[in-house]
């Protein structure tokens, strides 16, 4: 709890109405879209830089833990008040979002929807790459911390490839600015790329500049599918050693085509054992020219089935077969653990047959889709909270996603963050001394650990996710 | 805290915790929430509601004092129902809520308790609301007199005499605000009879049983009168069942079940008594409660089938006119008209495109699409009567986009959402270019029908 003499210093800074400390509010702040339910003590909606300083500051006095929090969508727990405390409500921070056409370049308050970038690039010719499946309704203070990416992470690279600044109020309040409004900055050590990824341990941020590129003239996109895994994979090795970057290159399972058609019957080829879908974008000619090259691969690699989109409307109907993959999904539900363990790409169809073999082993429903391209496959439990013998072999089928991962010479995480669920998994990855580093990297920063505590690092003895209360 | 042993807990428990448990918290209901983006806080978006069912169901906090509040502020538009990736059956959710909460109010006053801290929803607020529904709403004979006598107030000069000394407003802010903008009331003489059955005009295409509804029926008559003319324009033998009764919705949505399924009941008998091809409504509200009877029969295999039948048959007028149509418009219609959603109509029964499309089918008018139309316009049944403040602020962010469409017409497919729209117009000091109608009045302006 909370002592009374530092509700009151909060109290001095904060008005009334914007601090929430009635239970049904904090429970309202307890919970994301991953696991778990925590109960914070207060909930502070901050407006200014200043503010957050000051709260900050009242917060490393008086040892409280901070959570700042976004739309709370984050599927590791990023936003979780695991130890109580204060949460942040970033979300109702002042809107503020600038496209500078000059310098290609978006400055944005952390409140600001994805999708609102997305939109208000485009419509000054430009385009902001990143596009995590919840970019409507997600911050990009959230995108930025958890550094979440999407499909396109291929051909334009990951989020941390497009902050190039950032405004942070630090755990002892003091306000810093990182990077600039130039791509080029050599200027010190790199804070921003510390910042983003860091998942709230290091700070507050309060202001984001992000790079944007001209947006692509034109775009074709592709639906393919194979009786085998195998051959899914050496048409998606075949087209990138080709000389073709798609903008987009993604895979889902049988399991995925099966779930999708008893969702909302798209017409997918049940049969088939694995369905790509390929996006290309650029200069029209250069489109048509590798769509082609693309179609011509796969029929080369043994697809049963090719389907090139010829309007706008036929390329919707592909990606909405890809976008129903996870509400249809979940309906087989209701307990939905979704990881995004990433392997280099060459080694996916190696991944893909170790978790074929994890399914069978701990007898789940795993089913998988993800981003081939780039090799971060999301691995998806099916399953129920409520059944507790079966949340138990769902727990050993995690840890052993992880460790299938880390030795095809893969990461824990390309794209959700390490939150409460993976960190349990950070030695495996990083080695006793590479987690070390990061610790100390943690103890400067914030000496008192009062942002986020509970994340990242786990706790002593930690060697497993815990699922069950 | 555990409430385990509360009986209204364990109902909960049993009616709405496996809805609850659906939610996987991914927050995609969250953009199209009206008073998460007005309110501005978790508590008041639908994954914390859905949370908050959960808690109270589990026993974690207190049905009135924690969970209460937030659903009582809930509109119940079910954009989120609409938005939500995994099907969680938000309507059904909300309405098991809204039961608890009663029959926890009656609880504590039948044990002597005091039902809700200090500062919540008011008693008198509470006795109006049970009142209105007990004994004016399941009676269509009550509510036709309330709109007679709507008309003698309207015609006599009580009204000039009441707005001038500012009576109502001393009672109810919110009340003086929506006597202000009700319609004329029409002579009851112009009222579709009950019993009656009207032809079809020219060949005659379909027989199709009107649902009058209570508050149409009462107060908005003349929208009935030309909903029939307009079926019979587009070839419907209309009849007007005998015995029909208000939806049942405002009780639903207040937790009254039971009077909610008598009434639902009473209506399936009268309408199957017709043996019409349809059963039309004009209210978007009613007809959502009309094709969601089955619900209300849960358990009751017979009654549910029956209800099914019902609700399949049950369709708005502009789906039945729009399938049946053209209509045989009289003249050029030089205006712009813009169209804000029923919330029920679009979101339950899933009707947009028809309205917009007969609007567009009017000669010489223009459409301009309002942004946000699909948005709830925060009459919500009676919310904007039990929650003035916070349905104002939500209108009046809407109103300024209306504004934006420079239309001259206003339409709507619901009393309540035409109701508010035309206060909308008021507020926003667009009265001398704008009004509001249904959209039944406005296509039979360009029928010629008076």
Same mark, same amino acid.
């Given at each position: 709890m909370i002592d009374q003499t530092a509700f009151g210093e909060i109290a001095s800074v904060i008005p009334r109405e914007r601090l929430l400390i009635r239970l049904e509010d904090r429970y309202s702040y307890s919970y994301d879209a991953s696991f778990g339910e925590y109960l914070p003590d207060l909930v502070v909606q901050p407006q200014t830089a200043g503010e957050i300083s000051a709260l900050l500051k009242i917060a490393n006095q008086y040892r409280i833990p901070v959570y700042p929090r976004g739309s709370a969508t984050s599927l590791s727990g990023g936003p979780l008040p695991v130890e109580g405390g204060m949460v942040l409500d970033m979300? &109702?921070?002042?809107? =503020?979002?600038?496209?500078?056409?000059?310098?290609?370049?978006?400055?944005?308050?952390?409140? *600001?929807?994805?999708?609102?970038?997305?939109?208000? #690039?485009?419509?000054?010719?430009?385009?902001y790459p990143p596009d995590p499946s919840s970019s409507h309704v997600s911050t990009i203070g959230g995108n930025i911390l958890e550094n979440s990416s999407g499909p396109k992470g291929l051909k334009y690279g990951t989020t941390k490839e497009y902050v190039i600044g950032l405004e942070l109020v630090t755990p002892q309040g003091e306000i810093i600015r990182t990077g600039g409004k130039t791509v080029k900055n050599?200027?010190?050590?790199?804070?921003? &790329?510390?910042?983003?990824?860091?998942?709230?341990?290091?700070? *507050? *941020?309060?202001? /984001?500049?992000?790079?944007? /590129?001209? =947006?692509?003239?034109a775009r074709k996109t592709m639906l393919a599918s194979f009786p085998s895994v195998v051959q899914s994979g050496h048409a998606i090795t075949k087209i990138l050693s080709s000389g073709i970057l798609p903008a987009a290159l993604e895979l889902m399972d049988n399991a995925c085509i099966r779930a999708v058609e008893a969702y909302q019957p798209c017409g997918l080829p049940v049969e088939d054992a694995a369905l790509v879908i390929i996006e290309v974008d650029?200069?029209?000619?250069?489109?048509?020219?590798?769509? #082609?090259?693309?179609?011509?691969?796969?029929?080369?690699?043994?697809?049963?089935?090719?389907?090139? #989109?010829?309007?706008?409307?036929?390329?919707?109907?592909?990606? =909405?077969?890809?976008?129903?993959?996870?509400?249809?999904?979940?309906?087989?539900?209701?307990?939905?653990?979704?990881?995004?363990?990433? *392997?280099?790409?060459?080694? /996916?169809?190696?991944?893909?047959?170790?978790?074929?073999?994890?399914?069978?082993?701990?007898?789940?429903?795993?089913?998988?889709?993800?981003?081939?391209?780039?090799?971060?496959?999301?691995p998806n439990i099916i399953t129920d909270k409520r059944n507790i013998e079966e949340m138990r072999r769902v727990e050993d089928a995690v840890g052993e996603i992880f460790e299938a991962a880390v030795a095809l010479g893969g990461t824990l995480s390309g794209e959700h963050g390490i939150g409460t669920l993976k960190a349990p998994y950070m030695e495996l990855e990083l080695g006793k001394a590479g987690l070390d580093m990061m610790a100390r990297i943690k103890r400067a920063w914030d000496p008192n650990n009062i942002m986020n505590p509970g994340k990242i690092f786990p706790g002593p003895g930690q060697t497993k996710v815990k699922l069950l209360p | 805290m555990t409430t385990a042993h509360i009986p209204s807990a364990e109902k909960l428990r049993a009616s709405a915790h496996e809805d609850a448990n659906r939610c996987v918290q991914c927050g995609y209901c969250l953009p199209v929430c009206p008073t998460y983006a007005s309110m501005g806080k978790e508590t008041a978006s639908p994954r914390g509601r859905i949370n908050l069912v959960k808690l109270a169901a589990e026993g974690k906090i207190d049905i009135l004092e924690h969970m209460a509040g937030p659903l009582d502020l809930c509109l119940g538009c079910r954009a989120c129902e609409v938005a939500c990736p995994v099907g969680v059956p938000y309507g059904r959710l909300l309405e098991s809520a809204k039961e608890a909460i009663a029959d926890e109010i009656r609880r504590k006053s039948e044990s002597g308790e005091p039902d809700r801290p200090s500062g919540s929803a008011g008693s008198l607020k509470e006795g109006l609301k049970r009142a209105a529904l007990e004994h004016l709403f399941p009676h269509p004979g009550r509510l036709r007199l309330a709109g007679s006598l709507l008309r003698l107030y309207q015609k006599s000069g009580a009204a000039r005499l009441a707005r001038a000394s500012g009576v109502i407003r001393r009672i109810s802010p919110a009340m003086a605000a929506f006597e202000q903008v009700l319609p004329e009331a029409e002579s009851p003489r112009t009222r579709p009879k009950a019993g009656a059955r009207y032809p079809a005009v020219g060949e005659k295409k379909a027989t199709v049983a009107f649902f009058s509804g209570c508050l149409m029926d009462a107060m908005m008559h003349r929208v009935n009168r030309l909903s029939v003319e307009l079926l019979r324009l587009a070839g419907c033998e209309v009849v007007i069942p005998e015995h029909q009764k208000c939806c049942g919705a405002l009780h639903a949505h207040q937790g009254d079940m039971e009077t909610a399924r008598k009434l639902a009941g009473a209506n399936i008998a009268a309408f199957e008594a017709t043996g019409a091809d349809w059963y039309v409504n004009n209210a978007g509200g009613c007809g959502a409660m009309l094709q969601e009877y089955a619900l209300l029969f849960k358990g009751d295999a017979a009654m549910e089938e029956r209800a099914a039948a019902f609700a399949a048959k049950s369709?708005?007028?502009?789906?039945?006119?729009?399938?049946?149509? +053209?209509? +045989?418009?009289?003249?050029?219609?030089?205006?712009?008209?813009?169209?804000?959603?029923?919330?029920?109509? !679009?979101?339950?029964?899933?009707?947009?495109?028809?309205? !917009?499309?007969?609007? !567009?089918?009017? +000669?010489?008018?223009?459409?301009?699409?309002?942004?946000?139309?699909?948005?709830?316009?925060?009459?919500?049944?009676?919310?904007?009567?039990?929650?003035?403040?916070e349905s104002m602020r939500i209108l009046d962010d809407k109103m300024l986009k209306v504004k934006d469409t420079n239309a001259s017409v206003l339409v709507t497919a619901n009393p309540g959402c035409l109701l508010q729209m035309k206060l909308g117009i008021k507020r926003s000091g667009l009265g001398g270019r704008m009004r509001a109608v249904h959209l039944v009045e406005a296509l039979a302006e360009a029928c010629g029908i008076e």
């Open positions: 979300s &109702r921070y002042p809107r =503020k979002l600038v496209i500078d056409r000059e310098n290609l370049l978006a400055v944005a308050s952390p409140s *600001v929807i994805t999708a609102d970038i997305h939109r208000e #690039a485009e419509e000054a010719g430009l385009f050599v200027t010190g050590y790199d804070l921003t &790329r510390l910042i983003v990824g860091s998942e709230g341990t290091l700070g *507050v *941020v309060t202001e /984001i500049i992000l790079r944007l /590129i001209p =947006k692509p003239k650029g200069h029209p000619a250069a489109v048509e020219e590798e769509i #082609a090259d693309c179609g011509r691969i796969c029929a080369e690699m043994g697809a049963t089935t090719v389907r090139t #989109a010829r309007t706008e409307g036929e390329r919707q109907e592909i990606w =909405k077969a890809r976008k129903l993959v996870s509400p249809a999904i979940t309906r087989m539900g209701p307990t939905k653990i979704s990881e995004d363990a990433t *392997v280099p790409r060459s080694r /996916i169809p190696e991944m893909m047959e170790r978790l074929e073999r994890i399914r069978a082993k701990y007898n789940i429903n795993l089913v998988v889709f993800g981003h081939a391209g780039d090799g971060n496959l999301h | 369709r708005d007028i502009s789906w039945v006119l729009h399938r049946l149509g +053209p209509l +045989p418009f009289k003249k050029e219609w030089k205006v712009t008209i813009t169209y804000q959603d029923s919330c029920h109509l !679009r979101n339950v029964q899933k009707v947009h495109e028809e309205p !917009r499309a007969l609007i !567009r089918s009017i +000669p010489g008018a223009a459409y301009a699409e309002c942004e946000g139309a699909e948005t709830c316009c925060a009459s919500g049944g009676i919310y904007n009567l039990l929650h003035f403040e």
